[in-house]
């Protein structure tokens, strides 16, 4: 599991990040005592849970609650603070949790034991690569890593394949509708058979050499091979459904008139 934890008081920090230790000994923290240093932060996208205070200078823990909701929309927000008035404002962020200072260990654990989401870490452990659709399009590799693509455009053309569920398309279908090209002529057949072969290496140099199949001029995804949420969530799990906010691979404009952006709205 990794948890952020943001106070701009030294000592309050110190204890906050003592007592998360204490409470989850195998989570990975990252402290923070300014706002601008958690803007800065490149990995917003991999938090499990944040515990914030609410006062931290010019920019609130609400302010970041909102940009990091951004990144990670399906990450735990408790908000710890001195501060009883500030209550309803924190409330209207759906947080996870709301802990009064001073507090106790226990009531770190209490917030572990209701959290809004079942965080990555405890809920699958089993060696899949993970994709993530809500929000923004993200992939992680081995160890809750981001994985990085040679080409974005061959990171969008994945982000295509999940989206067609398993179903095989053609690379004149990939030219359509990711590249936006009508006039699918010989030299559009080789970019698009170029990205998808870095694509193809960027996942086995990942070692996730299973995740496409090539076969008959089709590619697809092999829905066995990746853990991801659009596919839990047309399963029926709950915690899909509860990590799902209204905003599906916003990254991408054919994502909004995909057929799986459709089959979401429906349900």
């Not at 952020?4 to 000592?11: G, K």
């Not at 140099?205 to 001029?217: C, D, E, T, Y």
């Amino acid at each position: 599991m990794k948890i952020l934890a943001i106070d701009d008081e030294r000592y309050a920090l110190q204890m906050l990040v003592e007592t998360l230790h204490k409470v989850r000994p195998e989570a990975e923290i990252i402290p923070f005592r300014r706002a601008s240093q958690f803007l800065e932060y490149e990995a917003k996208d991999t938090f499990d849970a944040a515990f914030l205070d609410i006062r931290i200078g010019k920019m609130s823990g609400i302010q970041v609650a909102i940009e990091l909701k951004k990144h990670s929309p399906h990450c735990n927000i408790v908000f710890v603070t001195s501060y009883s008035e500030y209550a309803f404002a924190a409330i209207q962020m759906r947080p996870s949790g709301y802990i009064m200072k001073p507090y106790t260990e226990e009531d770190i654990r209490n917030e572990f034991e209701n959290f809004r989401y079942v965080p990555e870490a405890e809920s699958k452990n089993n060696g899949k690569l993970r994709v993530r659709t809500f929000g923004n399009f993200r992939v992680f590799g081995s160890g809750n890593t981001p994985l990085k693509f040679s080409r974005t455009i061959s990171k969008e053309i994945f982000a295509y394949l999940i989206d067609q569920c398993g179903y095989p398309v053609t690379s004149k279908e990939i030219a359509a509708d990711v590249l936006e090209v009508e006039d699918f002529d010989r030299p559009t057949s080789k970019k698009v058979s170029q990205y998808v072969s870095d694509l193809i290496k960027d996942l086995e140099a990942a070692g996730f050499s299973n995740v496409i199949i090539k076969q008959n001029r089709q590619i697809q995804v092999n829905k066995e091979a990746v853990d991801c949420d659009l596919y839990d969530l047309f399963a029926g799990d709950t915690n899909a459904l509860n990590s799902y906010h209204g905003e599906y691979m916003i990254d991408y404009s054919w994502a909004e008139i995909s057929d799986s952006a459709e089959r979401i709205k429906s349900l």
